[in-house]
């Protein structure tokens, strides 16, 4: 009798403890997302290494987290959706602040099977190169786009696009207010973590005794027990223990398997055995999704590689993202990307932002790439933007401009500007004398030295105005800074040790 | 004695302790009428703070432009997210004496300010100028967002009206600290040309006419001195530069209380004719300042 009367007060204690690490890691990737500060973008980088989709899309199968994500599933259930997943913590927040209102409900939640479905469609889909379902389903990248709307309201601009891309996002929390953790139900990592937890021997328990008061499933934010039935779905349980609350103790954690009086209920069997044949399944296709692509498509830029043009020149065919540096190629980028937005939140211009692809792109309408700056790949969990040095991120071009000298205030109205050449940082453009108007200079553009980083676009105050950028089809290295080694007119510097007045 | 009476008096004997212990700068200004002092202070031969300790005693000290509680604001150039090395920006050390300076003539602030023009954070850090701004208690104002700008009335030839920085508004001193650079479009960029970094909008003066919206700028502040760091100039390729080709050792300083005077002398050490930079001309031509620099009392020091 003495274990019975201390294991609740464990329990709680256990519960209590990881809903504290869980809302910590929460707190975490609030705070990553949204501070854009250099410190919260080291920590970014760390905490997007611990969400193995994201990881996987990069193609890591062999990675820490992947493996540990497996392996806790594998020994007792969805571990990696208790504490790591931001998604997950942030609806049961939402949930347990609700309840407390008096708002949110708790009770038995049998979700449809099309969720399976839906896991099915994003693997496939992943697979055949129309990741889309998969980027909108993706829990890391739901949280990344949400967090980029909150950032965008509280910064006091927040494009209807950035909204409408997060919708699901505020669907999803609308939700979990009244009903709880229901995207877990949905979401195509949860479903495969939680398939893989079939052959978990260890997890939560109804044990004989129980009087199926229901107390256990209104405690529940994830809706897996079964009062009645005095079953819990291991599929779906998160491991919170705020069912072992039970007041008789009924309710713990152990060996799985031993339901009501001992024996295996057959509806228990029955379920097992059907998603252990499916967790091999879809657990492995939702691993393996994006890289049997990655082995299907080579590097992904092959067919642009066999065009045998010069890819890095502008092209006439429809207009492409301009990918942030580091990105390579349209292939390499979108076989990579997982759409979690971490190198949105990490761009320090705030010009990196998420497109119609879901896929971040670089935007210069406000701001232009910043020369030093390599913020966007050094937070890329995947690879999808490769980590560049500065001075490698310094040569390499995503786009090329191009200078429509008639549209030039200086050609235009006879004005002195160099607004362009005094922002581009590899001196393509530099400024020389104009014939037609002695003392004035027009800009000069030395195509080759060019990076695509915009600055020209965004500082040029013709209008029209007079540069247009276009991305290129595969990033490339550039010979960096334009040596000066010719007399652009400039007086000579006086010849006198004395001042020259 | 009640509390009224004792705060009164405690307030008289503060004033006139005041009076007597710190009237250094006072007595400096009073003097400057009687006492004839340079319009023009060009330094050659030293470092560049070595060279402002000497020239700013030459015009009269500190004190003849700052007061006791009274706020500066110091304008360099520090808009580059370049290093030292690359004189894009003013030397750190010589901001940082500028600021020592005014904190010892009894600045209540003294504030560094400029819109960079790259991301403003890795400009400060490269620039070198806010950590060394910040070691002599000076404050580096934020001024990468349009909340901290003011719309404020013109009146010039091209420019009506342009959002300048609200720590302009509030100062009392405004010390303009340019370092002498090529600037391909402004021709040279000196004091003047550094003064665009007070505003919000750069891009206003560019489309309005870019060398009449410098000068125009001066009617709405300024500046009460002007240091211009001659010490390494871009002789080409500016205002950014970049090799050190473009770099050219002049290890000269120049102060002057006249934005056009200084101007004028320091893009002469460019090889510049006088009157040949047009937003300089068109300062001297509105009476903001003189360029003919033989009719004034120039001092010229080599250390």
Redesign the interface.
Known sequence: MAKSSTRPRVYKAVAAARLCVALGVLALFVFAYLSGS?GGNRLLALLMKSQFTSVLYGHGVASIAVAAAVFSSLLAGRVFCSVICPMGSLQEAFWRISRRLGTGAGGRVRPWRARYAVTLAACVGIILSIPQLALVVDPISLFGRGMTAVRALRDGHAPSFTLLVSAPFAVILLISLFRGRRFCDWCPAGISLGLLSSFAPLGMRISAGCTSCGLCEKKCPTGCVDSKEKEIDGRRCVLCLSCADCPGGFIGFGVRGASKSGQIGRRYFLSSAGSKAAALLFGALYATGANIRHLFRGRGGRALRETGEDSSRAYDGPPLPILPPGGRNVGHYSSRCSGCQACVAAC??KILKASGRLRPSLDYTEDYC????VECGRVCPTGAISSLDVEKKRRTRVALSNLSLNRC?VTA?G?????C?????T?AL??IPFENAP?L?IPAFDEPYCIGCGACLV?????PVAFSLTAVRRQSETPG?R???YD?G?????ETD???? | MDRREFIKKTAAIGIGAGLLFLPKGLRGAAGAAAQEYPDLVALRGGLPEAMFDTGIKKIGGIGRFVRKGQTVVIKPNMSWDVSPGNPANTSPALVAQIARHCRDAGAKRVVILDHSIEYWENSRKSSGIGEAAEGVGAIYAPAEKEGYYQKVPVGGARLKETSIHESLLECDVLISAPVLKHHGGAGVSISAKNLMGCVWNRREYHSQGLQQCISDFLRVRKPDLNVVDAYRVITRNGPRGGSPSDVADLGSLIISPDVVAADTAASMMLGRKQGEIEHIRLAAEIGLGRMDLANLKIERITL
């Not at chain 1, 500082?459 to 209008?463: E, L, S, T, Y």
């Open positions: 250099g320090p211009v910043q020369y030093s700056c205030v109205k004005q002195a500007c160099g607004a050449a005094e922002v581009c940082p001196r530099r400024m003392g200079t500082v040029c105050p013709a209008r800074i040596p000066t080694d652009e400039l007086p000579r510097l006086p004395d001042f020259p007045f």
